[in-house]
């Protein structure tokens, strides 16, 4: 590992892994003023799509800090989705400025995150393979092949489903391997079926298409007859094709292919997403069916979560319990996406005619009605996300904080820097330097509403609190240092 010229002194926070995770934890972490170090294997960045989907809250999360609208024009909105088995869903209908999956490179992603770092001095060392972990009461060793090593106050795995950190943790990778194989393939059309989602489900398989923008389209194909076929075979554009031919009826026109792979998926997760001064995020924590385009957004969830929280422990600002906050709030999410993808592929990809025509009737009688369609909209999207509170808490405590305007601003603008953010209906007095206030009354929201840099609402009380109050409940949460 051979440090840039410059690189000098010990990280606060080592981030193995620089995907969309990794990226999105260094960027926090600096955020919020932790040094951190991004240790990356690849020389190169890869020009591979991988994932594509970028739901509503996570386009939510980073609009929190101002990457957005820089991610919106590189994708494809798609405001309709079509589960198999009939109906669809509105995005447009959820609560969100954002109804809609962007559908974009990963590549896209990253590069909007890597600039993000670069612009926030995070440093990046790529050709550094991790090969060993070992903590004490004081901080992290990471070893890297080449014999150099890195110490640090704490480390977060970010380094995919074969992570060295889990495995050197001693981590328990708990789940299931699927048995059909999946071909994966980015493809050119002449006879695009539109800028949309498209999917054609069957006895003979699946066949899906996901628009890029620029011509190309991921091809996502579960073929009966090819199901069994090696891993290790190469998938060819003939495969392809002719798989879309039997499924479809035809090839849309295929012309070019740029990149494929022959996909088993897996449904597991970290037993534990800490152990000491050692973090696990991403793929790294859990994987599953790429079916509903979850991976990339719970791991940047995960990192929008972890993020400040260790930039506060580094500061010296954070309460004994809040790094166990992570794993009490980021774990029973991981556990219910592969609960909703583990669902997805048993009636997707159902052997049996008896299993599609269940699939057909859950799907279609869910999307039929208004609730249904709401509560699988918000499940996919992520906007229904809400973490555990406290008996005795307001009901908006642990749910994501609606994107009202505070004094002109957008709540979610007034999150960019960081910080915890006060909306009270009325003045009051706060004297923090680390708490960005704003009065405005919301008939639909509590008087008092405190937010957490990750936009998820921390405290709220109906009425308007005195001085002792705000205070008691700003300082639970973070401190003066």
Not at 157 to 171: E, F, K, M, P, Q
Not at 189 to 210: D, F, H, Q, S, Y
Request: aromatic content about 6%; some cysteine; charged content about 25%.
């Amino acid at each position: 590992m051979q440090l840039p010229s410059g690189l000098v002194g010990s990280p606060n926070v080592v981030v193995v892994g620089s995907g969309p995770t990794g990226l999105m934890l260094a960027c926090e972490l600096a955020l919020g003023g932790a040094k951190a170090r991004l240790l990356e294997e690849r020389t190169e960045t890869p020009n591979i799509t991988r994932a594509f989907a970028v739901h509503a809250r996570t386009l939510e999360l980073l609009d929190a800090r101002g990457l957005a609208e820089v991610l919106l024009p590189r994708g494809v909105p798609v405001y309709e989705v079509a589960p198999p088995g009939g109906g669809s869903l509105n995005l447009r209908d959820l609560p969100t400025r954002y109804g809609m999956v962007l559908i974009v490179p990963q590549s896209g992603t990253e590069n909007v995150l890597a600039a993000r770092a670069e612009e926030l001095g995070v440093e990046i060392v790529r050709g550094a393979k991790v090969v060993d972990v070992s903590q004490d009461d004081d901080g992290v060793t990471v070893e890297c092949a080449d014999g150099n090593s890195v110490r640090a106050d704490y480390v977060v795995g970010c380094d995919g489903a074969h992570s060295t950190v889990r495995s050197r943790l001693g981590i328990d990778f708990v789940g299931k391997q699927y048995e059909t194989h999946i071909l994966l393939a980015d493809v050119q059309l002449t006879r695009a079926p539109g800028e949309t989602l498209t999917g054609i489900p069957n006895e003979k398989g699946v066949a899906l298409l996901i628009p890029f923008g620029d011509g190309w389209f991921r091809a996502i194909v579960w073929d009966r007859l090819r199901e069994q076929a090696a891993l290790r075979e190469p998938v060819t554009f003939d495969e392809i094709r002719d798989s879309f031919n039997r499924i479809a009826g035809h090839d849309f026109g295929m012309t070019e292919m740029r990149w494929s792979s022959r996909f088993l998926s897996e449904r597991r997760q970290a037993r534990h997403y800490r152990k000491g001064r050692v973090f696990l995020a991403g793929d790294a924590a859990h994987i599953h069916s790429p079916l509903g385009g979850q991976g990339m957004n719970t791991g940047i969830g995960d990192a929008m979560n972890l993020g400040w929280k260790l930039a506060a422990a580094v500061r010296g600002s954070s309460p004994g319990w809040l790094l166990d906050s992570y794993e009490a709030e980021r774990h029973p999410v991981g556990a219910s996406v592969l609960q909703l993808t583990d669902v997805f592929n048993q009636m997707v990809l159902s052997h049996s005619r008896l299993g599609r025509l269940l699939r057909n009737a859950v799907v279609g009688a869910v999307t039929r009605l208004p609730r249904g369609r709401r509560m699988l909209g918000e499940r996919l999207s992520g906007i229904g996300i809400a973490y555990p509170h406290e008996r005795g808490d307001d009901w908006l405590v642990g749910r994501r904080m609606p994107d009202i305007v505070c004094e002109g601003k957008r709540v979610y603008e007034l999150l960019r820097d960081g910080k915890f953010v006060l909306v009270t209906a009325a003045p009051v007095e706060v004297n923090r330097p680390d708490i960005v206030h704003a009065v405005d009354a919301h008939p639909e929201l509590p008087d008092a509403v405190l937010v957490r840099p990750d936009s998820y609402v921390a405290w709220a009380s109906q009425r308007l609190p005195d001085a002792v109050e705000l205070a008691a409940a700003v300082d639970r949460w973070t401190r003066v240092t």
